[in-house]
């Protein structure tokens, strides 16, 4: 794993905007995976301002997102289709993007469509990650087992009661999300994982320095050949000496 420690969020923003930048020009009709959070706002608009200047062109990218709510509609300003246009799609040419449909009824086979999905475009040559607290890569929370495909999760509790805030009531926070599994995102040729603040500085060391372990399914991530960790300094506070 390489490890790239920048000074704040900003600069993390930059490092990871760099090294997407570097996948579309070295491979122009590349299939990029994104994350949604707080931890990309930062590189998608510093992705975004390069567009602009001319510096890359997206003309040929393809994208596909972790995960989805499932049962938001996708003009929901919660929907992560909704975060990835205003954030993303909507400023620059990528060719197409890709997002498990949260409207389908059908969870079965959402999953399996959306898995073939990413099998036909020949899979992920960089995947773009963020990091939950308590180990969370998607929506692969901590488990007995590493799930394998893409599915559907029933939310936690917790994630729920954190959730209600963005909505007008409890009874409309979404209960489940569709996810790439562990498998579907350790099959990505590269991962980009990106980590800000001193509240993840625990997570980043029991992740990547801890056991391999579905209950912190990101620990899985020390197997994959190409990970590239930028995190700035306060989440990397606490690595073992
Ligand atoms: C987002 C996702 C989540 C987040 C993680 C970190 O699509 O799948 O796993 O990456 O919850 O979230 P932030 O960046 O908000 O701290």
């Not at 590349?30 to 949604?36: F, I, R």
């Not at 990528?94 to 997002?99: Q, T, V």
Request: charged letters at 25%.
């Amino acid at each position: 794993m390489k490890i790239y420690k920048t000074k704040n969020y900003d600069a993390m923003s930059r490092t990871a905007a760099n090294i997407i930048s570097a996948q579309v020009i070295m491979k122009p009709n590349c299939v990029l995976g994104l994350a949604t959070g707080s931890s990309p706002i930062g590189t998608y608009k510093q992705l975004v301002d390069w567009y602009n200047k001319g510096d890359i062109n997206f003309a040929q990218v393809t994208t596909v997102n972790l995960d989805e709510y499932r049962g938001l509609t996708r003009d929901n300003d919660q929907s992560y289709y909704y975060f990835m246009h205003k954030n993303l799609f909507d400023h620059v040419n990528i060719k197409a993007s890709y997002l498990p449909d949260g409207t389908r009824e059908d969870a079965e086979e959402e999953c399996h469509h959306y898995e073939e999905i990413i099998r036909s475009l020949g899979g992920v040559d960089l995947q773009l990650l963020g990091l939950g607290h308590n180990g969370h890569i998607g929506f692969n929370e901590p488990a007995d087992h590493f799930p394998k495909e893409t599915h559907c999760v029933d939310l936690q509790e917790r994630t729920i009661e954190a959730n209600k805030r963005f909505f007008a009531s409890i009874d409309d926070v979404p209960r489940q999300a569709y996810t790439m599994g562990i498998g579907t995102i350790m099959r990505a040729r590269k991962i980009l994982i990106i980590v800000s603040g001193e509240d993840k500085a625990d997570i980043v060391r029991d992740a990547f320095f801890g056991p391999i372990t579905p209950t912190v399914p990101a620990s899985i991530l020390q197997l994959h050949p190409d990970v590239t960790l930028v995190a700035d300094e306060a989440a990397l506070s606490r690595l073992p000496q």
